[in-house]
């Protein structure tokens, strides 16, 4: 079970409010990162950028410069324009290379949009979720020692999908812009405002 979102809404005052920037040497090479790691875009191109063990090289993902051993930590993700996306919280030691899945036995804990309609989590096998209306903020409550991590729409007040894991490794935000494959090239920003 996850909060209420009244609940919600109550406890954000004792997580801590993350400030996640992106980490530009993760980055798929069709991925552009600005305004200070804040926010990620899919340029369309593959640029030629250096290719390192920490970069994911076949899907267009980026994951946080700093993550979370202990704590409860709360941020905000503006997705106002975006079709496709997907927003992750991921262990420290998932691979980078090659085709991944992204669900909670591999490590990713994702909740996602695609085609600008459909929303899921990706439980095994996925989750459709309601969601009321076009989210253009979410929010994400990590509690490290209750093993919870909330999705949360920041306009409605509402959470709606709770995973309910062990987390006894260091856990990362990650981000996707949504596959190659679509072409979403609005940008998903990391908000800075925490009210």
């Known amino acids: 079970g996850g909060?209420?979102?009244?609940?919600?809404y109550a406890v954000k005052p004792f997580f801590t409010a993350a400030d996640v920037t992106l980490d530009l040497d993760?980055?798929?090479?069709?991925?552009?990162?600005?305004?200070?790691?804040k926010c990620v875009r899919d340029t369309g191109a593959v640029r030629n950028v250096?290719?390192?063990?920490?970069?994911?090289?076949?899907?267009?993902?980026?994951?946080?410069?700093?993550?979370?051993?202990?704590?409860?930590?709360?941020?905000?993700?503006?997705?106002?324009?975006?079709?496709?996306?997907?927003?992750?919280?991921?262990?420290?030691?998932?691979?980078?290379?090659?085709?991944?899945?992204?669900?909670?036995?591999?490590?990713?804990?994702?909740i996602g949009?695609?085609?600008?309609?459909?929303?899921?989590?990706?439980?095994?096998?996925?989750?459709r979720l309601t969601v009321?209306?076009?989210?253009?903020?979410?929010?994400m409550f990590l509690d490290m020692s209750a093993g919870k991590l909330s999705f949360y729409n920041v306009e409605s007040k509402f959470v709606f999908y709770t995973f309910t894991d062990n987390f006894e490794e260091k856990l990362y935000p990650f981000f996707s812009t949504g596959s190659a494959a679509t072409r979403d090239t609005e940008p998903l920003k990391i908000s800075s405002c925490f009210q």
Do not use: C
């Not at 909060?3 to 919600?8: D, G, I």
């Not at 980055?27 to 200070?36: A, I, R, T, W, Y």
């Not at 009321?132 to 929010?139: D, L, R, T």
């Open 3 to 8: 909060f209420k979102s009244l609940e919600a």
């Open 26 to 37: 993760t980055g798929h090479p069709g991925l552009e990162v600005s305004e200070g790691g």
């Open 50 to 110: 250096p290719n390192n063990e920490k970069r994911f090289d076949s899907q267009m993902f980026v994951l946080a410069s700093e993550g979370f051993a202990s704590g409860k930590h709360y941020w905000e993700v503006d997705i106002e324009k975006k079709s496709n996306w997907e927003l992750v919280v991921a262990r420290e030691d998932v691979s980078r290379k090659g085709k991944v899945t992204l669900s909670p036995k591999n490590g990713y804990w994702v």
């Open 113 to 127: 949009l695609t085609d600008r309609k459909d929303y899921w989590a990706r439980t095994d096998p996925w989750t």
């Open 132 to 139: 009321s209306g076009k989210p253009s903020k979410i929010g």
